[in-house]
């Protein structure tokens, strides 16, 4: 299939860079490398269990597919292919003289650009598979990265990075974004004017425009929750749910649908496509980790997506972009998209439970009003 006078990933970051007559470039050459990288991945990923019968060369000589990898510093066991994945993230961005330093899901600490190579301004986080309990069982997966800029004295100094350099928050994203690798593959990308949507031409291996201006719905009736957990739930969203599954007979007045694919990338292009609302809030299941998702490289870089796309990501409590994080790996709760529902979670998080509100006749409006 011909470009038939569509633009390409490339041609986009030109116009866009067009607004800024003093950038080098950098920037845009660094999420070329990046889309490069999320291509790669992508192939990988179509291979499913062939990938080891096509040469492609698997860690430790393993099935793409088969568990049993090593346990990252979450102690979550890692899939041959995060461990692939984080690979190329990093050959394909270590080299290009644009970053100071890389940081992963899969790394315990931040990867150091070599010292054969130069180093530049901006830092990259990634979660370099997304979803990947679902590779098993070939449900989308995907690639999320965030791009910060590094502390100017650490640019100037080109000393090494620290976790310190990464802990900004969101607010400070220069751009991000995911590749979702579904029917078709994709790149959702903001450089902090708007989000576009780039599908892959597998015949050019080239993202070509193909949504140059995502907007999510301010409303919606459809909602995503693991409710397996419920039992864990704090009571703000025990009682959003609650109201949700009640439907037309309940305070709500209307039927909701519910969805739960458990790939973040997938929910939040759901979306990002026809709007809803996604919570893996904070919980009471393990107080070792408040939320399941992570700051920096799930929640800031989707938070940052939807914002720009006119949705909202909060903690529930208040905005994530706002959030200074804390450590690399710190897990939140995480709340976002079509903006009425997201205004209402938080709403539900700072009003008392109507159990515990003051009864009609203390209430302001009442006779015993003082
Ligand atoms: P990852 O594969 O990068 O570890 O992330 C998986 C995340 C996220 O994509 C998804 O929303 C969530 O885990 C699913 O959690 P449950 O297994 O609790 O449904
Ligand atoms: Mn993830
Ligand atoms: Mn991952």
Known sequence: MPLSGRWTLTR???EQRRRFPGASGDFNALLLDVALACKAIARIVAFGTLADTVGTRLPNGANGIAPGGQLNVQGEVQKPLDVLSNEIFIRMNEWNGHLAGLASEEMDGPKQIPASYPRGKYLLVFDPLDGSSNIDVNVSVGSIFSILRAPQEAIDSGRDVTEADFLQPGAAQVAAGYAIYGPTTMLVLSVGNGVAGFTLNPNLG????SQPDIRVPEQTQEFAINSSNSRFWEPPVKRYVDECLAGKTGPRGKDFNMRWIASMVAEAHR???RGGVFLYPR???DPA???RLRL???ANPIGYVMEQAGGRASTG???ILGVKPSALHQRIGVVFGSKDEVERIERYHHEPAP?????PLFAPRSLFRD
């Open 12 to 14: 986009y970051l030109i």
């Open 206 to 209: 080239e993202f070509v425009l």
């Open 271 to 273: 979306i990002l496509m």
């Open 283 to 285: 919980d009471t299941k």
């Open 289 to 291: 980790k408040p939320g």
């Open 296 to 298: 920096l490289y799930e």
């Open 317 to 319: 409590r208040q905005p």
């Open 355 to 359: 159990s515990e509100a003051p009864a």
